[in-house]
């Protein structure tokens, strides 16, 4: 084994990205400015399905964006599942609005259906179910619930590029849907994101929110509203181009990087993977394990554990209603007696190190080091 450290986490960039962003930065300046934004939102429309991509400087954004066009606002309640991360949740309070916090699936992580059923209220104005990890909840459940409620669908897919249900992609389950290209995600701009719609209003409505409130037939500097500037660069809109092209690529590595793992741990009594549910495809964007209490190791302490021998990991996120951020939140109060899965997986899950440059041999030296601190 080289002595570095195993990375939790990483992109591949080949000769094809380097290539794309120098032209970027030669070119796309004066009338080409906007050709490479204009390239990937059309690229990433077609390669998902739907009519409208808006590049955006994060996933975060995208949601923010979302509430907005939606019109969710101070005294609605927008329901997310309790085991995510906090970028899921923040832009609720943006917009004035109260955050209610969902059980996970136990088998998929993923929002309950049966949760989020019980948690619609008079006051509820949206879901934001999330595709955990790179995986799906039940989404013909999701949306029959949110259609009977008459509630909004943002679908959080900033983990699952590559992700499928029934066929169908990832990020195209809600009115919205959200993508992340942070540096620790599967298909990457350094920092960046994308919204994508079928809808027209609220395509038209997010862009025009996203770019100071002004509409594309009005004249120069003429702002009909106060609103927002988050737009993606031409040099992330080049990166996030060139990786685009190489998507299947990447996602067939991240699917490869998980069947070594389960080759290795899958059948170890008391370890659980990431589930792929039939008639969905999993991304893996992290490959996930989940101990069975009686190892006795939560999962701060074998992290220092792997750690020790070299190994990067994080923990399984925990439940957003457990945070300080939330403390003050009377929807937080009760989730910990409500929501039994998410207090359940969070305090034994871990992500283990599966970066795109992460080999085969690592792989095994992960679950070698893994199996002899459980004894396992
Ligand atoms: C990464 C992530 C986000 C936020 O993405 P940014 O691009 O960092 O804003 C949102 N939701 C989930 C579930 C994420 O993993």
Redesign the pocket.
Known sequence: MSMERIPIAGPSITQKEVDYVTDAVRNAWYSKANTYNERFEKAFAEYLGVKFALALP????G?HLSLLALGVGAGDEVIVPDL??I??SAPISYVGATPVFADVDEKTWCISAESLEKSITPRTKAVIP?D?YGGIPDMDKVCDIARRHGIAIIE?A??AIGTEYKGRKAGTFGDTGVF???G??VLTTG???MLVTDSEKLYNRTKFLSDHGRAPSEKMFWNAEIAYKYKMSSLQAALGLAQLERVNELVGRKRRIFDWYNSELGKIEGMTLNYEPPHTKHAYWMVTVILNEKFGLEKEKLMAHLSQKGISSRPIFYPLSSLPAYERFPQAKHAKENNMNAYRISPYGLNLPCSLGITKDQVRYVCDTLRSILQA
């Open positions: 994060s996933c975060t954004s949601l995510t991360w970028a899921t999330v955990l959080d900033a983990e992340s290209f942070h620790s995600k920092e960046g994101g």
